[in-house]
């Protein structure tokens, strides 16, 4: 047997594709909500972590499960968009993200209402994060959850035109 050259083909690809584009903003949405959800914890229970320095919940701590929440739902809604990648989003769909925005912009304004004037403590006091403002923040947290599952692309009848 004599050793001949194989012949010649078409070269092949060492470096896979990346047909699916979708894939990276999940990723990233992943990473963002479990980022904030570390931030949130931080946040609502600092003696998780043995950061706990007050005795009550003040301004900063606050800010941070506030702040926490908000990428939460930053990287909920880039991972909800991203399911429906393909098809036509509804009008439920749109509701719901505009109800995660909403339900945000509700909980930020109870979690804060101290510093914006509205609450049980007046300026001169230290903000006092209380059973109104936390009723506030449960609300707002309940209305988020209501638009996240809205945007869930249920298999409905008119939306067989999936790819």
């Not at 320095?53 to 991203?82: D, E, K, N, T, W």
């Not at 945000?104 to 979690?111: L, M, W």
């Not at 609300?139 to 959850?145: D, E, K, M, P, T």
């Amino acid at each position: 047997m004599r050793n001949r050259p194989l012949p010649a083909s078409t070269p092949v690809e060492t470096i896979p594709r990346v047909e699916d584009t979708s894939t990276p903003r999940i990723l990233v949405s992943l990473t963002t909500t479990l980022t904030g959800l570390f931030i949130f914890a931080i946040g609502a229970k600092p003696d998780m972590f043995g950061w706990d320095r007050s005795p009550v919940v003040g301004f900063v701590q606050i800010a941070v499960f506030l702040a926490g929440l908000g990428l939460i739902c930053l990287g909920g809604y880039v991972g909800l968009h991203m399911l429906w990648w393909g098809i036509e989003r509804t009008i439920t769909s749109d509701i719901g993200s505009r109800l995660v925005g909403t339900g945000y912009v509700i909980t930020v304004f109870a979690g804060l209402a101290d510093v914006f004037g509205m609450g049980s403590q007046s300026f001169p006091a230290v903000p006092y994060f209380g059973p109104w403002q936390a009723s506030g923040v449960l609300i707002g947290q309940g209305v988020i959850a209501f638009g996240f599952l809205l945007m869930i692309p249920f298999p409905f009848p008119w939306n067989r035109n999936r790819k």
